[in-house]
């Protein structure tokens, strides 16, 4: 039977319409969440990315607040920015956009927002409080792989987990979330010798690498669940995953399509790490 599929625009709507009673709530107490969102230059792609973010914002009823700037803009204006966003209190989350132009640090300018509102959860204290078990704000893409296994009704305690891929913003924080739900956790990357070798043991795969065709059926136990972060492009140009979704779909028990699985978590989470925000 082929595996079932884990469908994440369904999955968003469904916590989008959760996200927008919890909006509702706060703002009729008078404490409508808000998201800063920067955007310095521009990249087209970045372009997108904060129109989908504002729009989202929209969609849920938490204020948004787009500031754009020319790419001249210099370090130390923006973070003057972010250090008055710090201070607003009708700002709940602040989210600088990646990439940023040369001449700005973005480790200096992740670091200058506020830890409470750190909504993309990438500074290094909000690693280090996912890290010690403090509540800091999840990595909305992990985030939103977590919700994707929880919608399966799977549980994690004492199951196999391999993450393929150990970036920061993916891979390492996604290990930690599948570790602190119990399961016992293998890490690879590109100087892993045999994928398959640990692929093969696992009850659950996650690949977040960015290369089409990591993961094929012949490295996938029948009955796994698979989650797939990738996003690349197959020869006629249409967006693929990191894994042979059409041939692991006869192994897998559920898997995630791309588009439509992973993607569409990425700023649902975003939307409920600033509702967390605001709740806390
Ligand atoms: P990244 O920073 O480039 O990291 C890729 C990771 O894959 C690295 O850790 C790398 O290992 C590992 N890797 C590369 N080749 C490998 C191989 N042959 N075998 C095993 N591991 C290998 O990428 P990322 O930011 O984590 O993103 C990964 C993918 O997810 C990309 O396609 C990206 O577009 C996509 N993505 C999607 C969403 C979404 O919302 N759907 C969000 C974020 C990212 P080393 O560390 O050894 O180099």
């Known amino acids: 039977m082929p595996a079932q599929l884990i469908d994440g625009t369904a999955l968003s709507q469904k916590l989008r319409a959760e996200i927008a009673s919890r909006a509702a709530a706060l703002t009729a107490q008078g404490k409508q969440p808000g998201l800063a969102v920067i955007l310095v230059g521009e990249d087209?792609?970045?372009?997108?990315?904060?129109?989908?973010?504002?729009?989202?914002?929209?969609?849920?009823?938490?204020?948004?607040?787009?500031?754009?700037?020319?790419?001249?803009?210099?370090?130390?204006?923006?973070?003057?920015?972010?250090?008055?966003?710090?201070?607003?209190?009708?700002?709940?989350?602040?989210?600088?956009?990646?990439?940023?132009?040369?001449?700005?640090?973005?480790?200096?300018?992740?670091?200058?927002?506020?830890?409470?509102?750190?909504?993309?959860?990438?500074?290094?204290?909000?690693?280090?409080?996912?890290?010690?078990?403090?509540?800091?704000?999840?990595?909305?893409?992990?985030?939103?792989?977590?919700?994707?296994i929880e919608s399966t009704g799977y549980d994690l305690r004492g199951k196999h987990a391999v993450v393929i891929g150990r970036s920061n913003t993916v891979g390492k924080p996604m290990a930690l979330l599948l570790l602190q739900a119990n399961a016992t956790v293998t890490i690879c990357h590109s100087a892993t010798p045999d994928l398959g070798l640990y692929t093969r043991q696992a009850d659950v795969v996650v690949a977040a690498v960015g290369r089409r065709n990591t993961l094929t059926a012949d490295m996938v136990k029948p009955g796994a669940i698979v989650i797939d972060v990738g996003m690349n492009r197959d020869d006629n140009g249409k967006l693929c995953g990191d894994v042979d979704f059409a041939a692991i779909r006869e192994v897998a028990a559920h898997i995630t399509p791309v588009p439509g699985g992973v993607g569409p978590m990425t700023i649902t989470m975003l939307l409920m790490n600033t509702i967390e925000s605001a709740e806390r």
Do not use: W
């Open 44 to 148: 087209p792609a970045s372009q997108v990315y904060v129109r989908n973010k504002v729009k989202a914002c929209g969609d849920v009823g938490i204020h948004s607040v787009l500031e754009k700037y020319e790419a001249d803009l210099t370090e130390a204006a923006l973070l003057e920015r972010i250090a008055a966003l710090n201070a607003d209190p009708a700002i709940h989350g602040i989210l600088v956009q990646m990439p940023l132009p040369k001449h700005i640090n973005p480790h200096k300018v992740i670091e200058a927002i506020s830890t409470s509102k750190d909504v993309d959860g990438y500074s290094v204290l909000s690693a280090g409080e996912q890290m010690t078990g403090l509540d800091g704000f999840r990595p909305c893409t992990p985030y939103g792989c977590m919700k994707l």
